[in-house]
């Protein structure tokens, strides 16, 4: 029923938009790349049929009609990318959603509540924080203002951004009234491939605490400054940076560390660093233990500053605790895959996702497909189709399942 | 003797050319901002009356004629800064060198033998490694085409850059007769304001270990990848740097090690680290203890790398063994200080100098004047007007004693 070929061509055709030599997309949040994208699927919501809104914090809603008026089956996911991104983080919600749409329209099926497709803005977080902010602000979690004044790392703003690519629509954003929510993903993670699995069924996300440090020290000379008078900002986010690995390994479990961005200045070999800058983004499933490890982090970042000397100051630029889903949604999407025959398992999310915000205003599921090699967050991320097509094929049964009865 | 009025007036002169918002200057090797500091320098040279010539790696030279032909005395120092630099770092030894002369002019006094001041190309090595670049050439310790060909960190080479600003000069580069030469410089360090003196007298110059380390690891996401699967570069590199500061604590002595400049790859706040390159600045008075310093970072970086799974790569961007100056220089330097009345002492230079590469053709000397708080290559480096006189007066006693017997 699903129009595998279409799908395929279609990812391959978002993968070509942001393009990167080599390989992989860059496809910022809200960058003229982003635009790009946003036109391609809009149009093919158009060709859809769709009813097609976009609202002030440019998520991009396509609708469907029901036999019944009333709150949609909706699914979705996000286009952006982050800076070295591959062809299936997000855009494969979106394009299976309208593929699901297709079929229906294909089979001349009018399901009895509407149907949905979402593209959520800015979900990768990758060049303003928060993650998810266009599903966050979407089920009223973050106030639109305080999210069109976030500046991204290259100091524009949401507002200003999302102004120049003609996507700050004119649909209020208010918690909207939803049925339920199914959003299709790669894991982005190794777990469903190592053991063989085609499908996960996802229990709930992990908890997410992204915080910014800036370091104050001293740049001074690095041939005449004895190491005992320097007060080297980089010495404090390095030193943290190490610490924060080394504490992650000896807690074990799933508790992730990752100081992924820092920056020097002046970054010259020459000069001891007199200011830092870096990020630290923690994750666990368990609050307690995420709360532990940001009180061990935070606690070794002002360590490490008085014994050189430095000033810190911290911001927090995500907190997100633990979600569970639906522990129904969670049992439709096993039974929907063992139906199709295919391997399932129940699984947490690594990864932050719309569906998470979601899941605060209707119950919610997530629908996984296994990661070759789990990478993800590179230009080399890969899902062979065999599992694409199993996952559109778990979604189509789970949409029309929750729309049709 | 000395137009102390007008040194004070030129070294604010300088200031203006590539000043910072707040204060410093950015006057970067061979840059536009650099191109305007050598031509008012060239400037004031040919108001003296100086004989300029400027060679192939864009060392500006100006002779004043003695009694007799024969190699001349020399002086000078470099007008490049850092990106966040102060007044004094290199243009004080230019500057006092033309005051010197200005102030024979006026007395109208012929030397016997002739006298010049040297500007020497890119003594920072803060865009293009290694250090004393200029120099260094000078004195044939380099080829001129592997200087031409080095790559800055913005991706432009020496010669292309040296072509731009119009001082790719046609005097042949070759190890020059040098009577002797004099450096005046600030300490850059702490010394000499700590014990309240007001001269140094350079006995050499540390070791200098520069090196540049790349790590390759695999970008992946930073919520789904467990610790134990990952191949983290920024981690080998924190680590590293971490380890490093502590290990110079450790070593204690005059033993320092910096890494003052570190850029990861995507530098994402949620992904891995696929890339990590940073500098690594070590050096030590005592080669041997320097070796092991060097030694012991390798072995480090090699164990870190192995440890997550990475692969290294190493460049040696400079490597200089520690220089000592001639000890009749030395002597000469003491001896002017206290016919001055000025307290002097003996002292290592824990920065590199042009003097050190000066050193290998002829009788080389330094005199220190204090750094206020030890600062330098930061915007607020400072030496007072009372210091600076000092040592300009202390200058221009060696000189004259050097080219009058
Ligand atoms: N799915 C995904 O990659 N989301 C980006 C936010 C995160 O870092 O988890
Ligand atoms: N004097 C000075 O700052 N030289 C720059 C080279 C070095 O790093 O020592």
């Given at each position: 029923r699903l129009n595998w070929s279409r799908l395929r061509a279609r990812l391959d055709a978002l993968g070509r938009?942001?393009?990167l030599e080599g390989g992989g997309v860059c496809r910022l949040a809200l960058t003229p790349e982003d635009k790009a994208g946003r036109d391609l699927v809009a149009g093919w919501m158009r060709e859809l049929g769709l009813h097609v809104s976009i609202d002030a914090i440019g998520n991009i809603i396509g609708v469907r009609s029901g036999l019944e008026d009333g709150p949609p089956v909706m699914t979705g996911s996000h286009i952006d990318t982050v800076?070295?991104?591959?062809?299936?983080?997000g855009t494969l919600g979106v394009l299976a959603g309208l593929e699901v749409v297709a079929a229906l329209n294909d089979a001349g099926v009018t399901t009895r509540r509407p149907l949905a497709v979402g593209v959520f803005t800015?979900?990768?977080?990758?060049?303003?924080?928060?993650?998810?902010m266009g599903s966050l602000v979407y089920v009223g979690g973050l106030a639109l203002a305080e999210a069109l004044a976030t500046e991204g790392m290259d100091g524009q703003t949401v507002g200003d951004a999302l102004a120049a690519t003609g996507y700050a629509g004119p649909a209020p954003v208010a918690a909207p009234a939803v049925h339920a929510f199914v959003e299709l993903h790669i894991?982005?993670?190794p777990v469903l491939e190592e053991q063989a699995i085609a499908i996960g069924a996802v229990e709930g996300v992990q908890g997410i605490s992204w915080t910014e440090v800036t370091v104050e020290g001293t740049s001074n000379h690095a041939g005449t400054t004895p190491m005992r008078l320097r007060r080297d900002a980089g010495y404090v986010a390095t030193a943290t940076a190490a610490f924060m690995r080394d504490l992650a390994r000896r807690m074990g479990g799933d508790q992730v560390a990752t100081v992924g961005s820092l920056a020097l200045?002046?970054?010259?070999?020459n000069v001891v660093p007199g200011r830092a800058r870096f990020t630290l983004d923690l994750r666990n499933t368990d609050e307690g233990l995420l709360q532990e490890t940001e009180r061990a982090a935070f606690a070794e970042i002002d360590r490490l500053a008085a014994a050189e000397s430095c000033s810190v100051t911290r911001r927090s630029l995500a907190r997100f605790e633990p979600v569970a889903f639906d522990p129904a949604m969670v049992d439709r999407v096993e039974a929907a895959a063992r139906a199709r025959g295919l391997s399932v398992r129940r699984m947490p999310s690594g990864a932050g996702h719309d569906a998470q915000m979601m899941a605060r205003v209707c119950p919610t599921g997530m629908i996984f497909v296994p990661s070759a090699g789990g990478i993800?967050?590179?230009?080399t991320e890969h899902t062979d189709d065999v599992h694409l097509q199993a996952g559109a094929a778990v979604l189509l049964d789970l949409l029309v399942d929750l729309a049709m009865p």
């Open positions: 938009v942001g393009a800076r070295t991104g591959g062809l299936y983080d800015n979900e990768e977080g990758a060049r303003f924080a928060p993650d998810m894991e982005q993670g200045t002046p970054n010259l070999i993800s967050h590179n230009v």
